[in-house]
C-alpha cells in the first residue's frame, strides 16, 4: 500500500484523438460492408439468410444490454420483435401508412410495452422479471392467434411494403446492414457512457450502484427498454424484408432462440450477438436433416443453453477476450493526476448529521430502538458496539438500504428519512461496506468513476469522460493505487479492494463518509496504514462517520464516540469518556 | 346460482393442480433460492410417462402410476445432477436460464420422441361422476381435490414432524450452519429435488386425463403455478396452496363469464395487477439482502 508513484515513468493519460476521429475506422467498414450488401450478386437463398442474420442481429443487440449489461432477463424478445414486426405489417397493408411512420410506430410500442413491464416488475427479484417476460410472450401469442380482425390470426399478413427508397431486396438488405451498424456503434460503445456504467455496476452490484447515486429501478427500466425498442427495430426491418409474417415467427421458441444466440456469441458485447447470431442462423442451414423431426431442434437449444451456462458462460467471444483482458489488466499506468481535492459542501449548521429517535425493527426484533446520534462537521465520529448491537442496521437505515421503522435523518440540513440510497448519496452520503462491495467485472478506475460521477459532485468541472477519469485517478492515487488503476477488481488483495472502496467513496466528494468497519480483516501493517488515510482524510475537513471494532483505531481516530448495546444508545461523548463509562466497559466485558 | 356452484367445483379442482405445482416451486426455492423454471415440465413429462405405461404398453393404471412416479425422482436426480447442482456456488441469473434452458429440453425431447399428436389419458375411474344436489361432481375432479388435501397435511407431517423434513428446513433456512450441524447439505437438496419432482409429476398425472396430454401442458402449468406463488407470497407453502386455488377458480369463472380463447390471459392479468398492488402477495413477505 505504498503511496508513491514517483518512481514509476509518467504518461499523461490524453485522448490522442477527437472521438470521431477514432472511431472513423468503424464507420469506414461499415461503410464497405453496406456498399458490398449493396452491390454484390446474391441468388434468393442467400439474401434471404443474410437479411434474416441482419434484422435478429438487431433483437440480440438488445439482450445484450439487458441482460449482458444490466444483469436482467428478457424472455419475451420475440414478443417485442412481433411488435415491430405486426406494426409494419399491418400499417403498411391494411391502413396504407408509410413504411418509415410504421417502422417508428413499431418501435414506440414496443417501447411502451417494455417501460410498462419493467415499471412494474424491475423492482422485484430476478425471477419475477423472468416469470413475467414468459408469460407476456405468452399473451402476445394468444392476441396474434386469435384477435383475426386486427392481425389476420394464425394465417399472418403478406404483401408487407418497403420503403419506395429501397424497392429491391438487395437495396433493403443495404439499408438494414445500415441500420444494423448503427445500432452496433450505440451498443458497442454504451458500456463507456454514464448509462452504461450505471448498468454494469447495477449488474455487479445493486446495492453498492444505489449507495454511489444510481438510480438502480430507472437504469433497469432504461435497460429493459432499450432491449425492446431494438427487439421491435428488429422486427419492423424484419417484416419488410420477407414480406410476409405470422404468429409462429414471434413465439416463446423464437424468443428461447435470441437468447441462445445471445449467450453462445457473448452476452457481454455485441460483437458476440453477431457471431451467436450468425452461428445460429448458419448452423440449421446446414444441419437441414434435423429439421425433419419436430422439436429436435429446440431440444438441442435447450441443451446447448445448459452446456453454454455451465462450461462457456462468457461464450464465444467471452472467451476469446478473456485472454486479452489479461494482457491488458498487467499494464501498469503511473498518473500524472493533481491531489485528490476533497471540498465537503456545508448547507446545513455546525451538524453534518443529526439522527433522532431512529428506530428498526423487524418483526418483533428491535434491532435499533430510538437511537440518536449527532455527528459534528469536520470530525471522526466512531458508533461502536458489541456484535450484534445495531451497528451495521444503523449504517444501512442511514444509507437508506432499510427503511427506518421510524425516527428522523438529518443530512446537512436536508431530511433524508424517506429517501432511496441514490437521493441520499446525491444528498452528499458516501459509504463503504463491511463485505466489499465493488463493481466485480470492472477496472478499479471504472469503479472509481462510478464514484465521481455522483450527481451533486461539484468537483468534476463539466462532467465530461476527461474530468472524471482525472477525478477518479486522483482518488485512486490517493489511497495508493494510481499506477494499477487499469487492473480489474479480482487481482487486487482484500486490504487493496478496501482501498479502492475508499476510494470510490472519497472520488464523490461526499459531505459525510459512512465506513462500516474499514479494518475488518486487514492485517497490522494494512491497518496503521489506514489510519493514516483517515488522518489525510479528516485534514481535509471531510467528516467520517466509522464503525469499527479496533479499539486501537477508534480511540485514536475518533474524537467523538456513540455507543450501541442491544439497539439502544447507552453511551455518548468525548472518546476517552465514553470508553471509561462503566456501562460501556461492561458492555464490552460483562458484569460480575 | 347452480353455475356458480358447478364453476366453483371445477375451479377448485384445477385449482389444485396448480396448488400442487406451486408448492413443488416454493420448495425448491426455499431448499436452493432458486426458481425452477422447469417446474411445469415435470409435469408434462410424468404424463407421458403414464400414456406410455398405461395406454401403449396397457399396463394396468395402478402401475403405470407407479412407475410414472419413479421415472419422476430418476428425473429429478438427473436434474439436479446435470443442471442445478454445477452452478449452486454460481448468481441466480444463470441458474435460472438453465433451468429454462432444462425446460425447452424436456417438452421438445418429448416432442421428438412423441410427436406432437395430443394423447388421451383414461381417468382413474370407470365411473364418471356423481350428480350431488345442483352439482356434478366429476370423479377425476373429486380425485384431484381428496389427493391434493391429502398432500398437504402429508407435506406438513413431513416438514414438521419427521426428522428428514427438519432437516431440509434447516437445510433451506440456512446452508452453513446445517452442514456444521453434521446434515448433508447435497443430499437434502437432491431430496428436494426428488420431492417436487415427484410432486410436479403427480400434478401431471392427475391433470392429465382432464387435459390432453400435450407438449405445452408443462408450460401452461408451471405460468399459472408460479402466479399462483406470487399471489399467495413467495416462498410461502399455504400462500402457494390458497394462491393456486384461487386462481384456478377465477380462471374457471373468467373463461364462463368473459372470453374462453383468452382463459390463459386470465392468470397473467391477475399476476400483473398483484405485482403493480401488491408485489408482497397475501402472505409473503419480501427480505432484503443484507449489507
Redesign the interface.
Known sequence: MSTSSDNIPAVVITRPKPLLLRHAPYFIGAAIVVFLASSMQFDGYILNILMQATTFAIAVFGLSVVLGLC?Q?N?AQAAFFGFGAYAVGIGTTDYQLSYWLCLVAGCVMALIAGAVLGL??L??????L???T???Q??VT?VMI?AIWLTKGPDGVSKIGRPSLFLSSQSYLAFCVAMLALVGYVVWHLPETRLGRAMRAVRDN??AAGVNGIDVFRTKVYAFAISAVLGGLGGGLFAGGFAYISPDQFS??ES?VF?TMS?LGGVASPIGSAIGTGLLILIPEWLRFLKS???????I??????LI??FM?DGIWGFVTAAYDRMRSSKKVAVTSAPLQLKPAATGGDMVLEVTGLSKHFGGLKAVDQVDISVRRGGVHALIGPNGSGK?TT??VL?G??NATSGKVVLDGTDVTTMPPHLRAAAGLGRT??NI?LFRSMTALENVIIGAERPGNTLTGKGDEAALTERALAALTFVGLGPRAMELISSFSYGHQRLIEIARALAANPTLLLL?EPAAGLNSTEKLELHELLKRIAAQGLTILIIDHDMTLVSEAAQHITVLNFGRRIADGESMAVLRHPDVVSAYLGTD | MDLVLQLLFTGIGIGAVYALVALGFVLI?RATN??N?AQGEFSMVAAYLMVVCAVDLELPYWLSFIIALAGMAVIGVIFNL??YY??RH?T???V???T?????????????LY??QPQVLPGWFDTPGIQLGPVYLDSQYLLIIVVTIALVIFNYWFFEHTMIGKKLQATSQDKEMASLLGISVSTMIMVTFIYSAVLGGLAGLLVAPILFVS?QMG?TIA?KA??AT?IGG?GDVTGAIIGGLALGIIETFGAAYISV??K??F??LV??LF??FR?QGIFGE?V??K?
Open positions: 444483469g432477463i424472455l412494474s416488475t423492482r422485484l427479484g430476478g425471477h419475477y423472468a416469470m413475467v414468459i408469460s407476456f405468452q399473451i394468444l386469435n445493486e446495492l416463446f421458441a428461447i437468447l449467450l423431426v419436430p422439436g429436435l431442434y429446440l431440444a437449444y435447450g441443451l446447448s443453453v445448459i451456462i455451465r458462460p451495521t449504517l444501512n444509507s438500504l432499510y461496506f463491511q462491495r462500516d | 426455492f432458486v426458481v423454471f446435470g443442471v454445477p452452478l454460481r441466480y441469473l444463470p435460472i436460464i438453465a429454462i434452458g432444462a425446460s425447452i429440453l424436456m417438452a421438445n425431447g418429448v416432442l421428438a410427436g406432437p407438449i408450460s405460468l408460479f402466479a406470487i413467495f380463447p383468452y390463459d390471459g392468470a397473467f399476476l400483473v405485482l403493480v408485489p419480501r432484503a439482502e449489507a
